[in-house]
């Protein structure tokens, strides 16, 4: 098992407990954590477990939509920001004429 994996696990079985504690169903656990995928994200879930802010089980399952929504919002802002940065680069290698000097050596 990599470290990975290990604080995954550990992440899961914190939250079963948190969610035991507060009296619901541990194999609720297994599925919150494979949907918010991350240790970092579990734990957010597992400190609303214990702070008691769910009253129900729908509020329990709200929470963990918004925080894999706010993953994926997370996810998909650090891909664009990639994808800027590469076509920057990009923009600027032209407008510097890094491109015509490769041009002009392969000729």
């Known amino acids: 098992m990599t470290q990975y994996q290990q604080q995954w696990a550990d992440s899961r079985d914190q939250l079963a407990e948190a969610l035991h504690r507060a009296g619901y169903p541990v194999v609720l656990a297994n599925v919150m954590a ?9 734990d957010r879930m597992t400190n609303y477990v214990q702070h008691g802010y769910a ?7 709200d929470e963990m939509l918004a925080i894999s929504a706010d993953t994926d919002a ?8 990639e994808a800027q940065m590469k076509y920057n680069t ?3 290698y032209r407008r510097n004429g890094a ?9």
């Open 74 to 81: 997370w996810r998909k802002k650090k891909e664009s920001q």
């Open 90 to 92: 990009y923009l600027f």
């Open 55 to 61: 009253k129900n089980m729908e509020m329990l399952v």
């Open 34 to 42: 494979k949907q918010l995928g991350s240790p970092r994200a579990i």
């Open 99 to 107: 491109f015509d000097e490769e041009e002009e050596g392969d000729e």
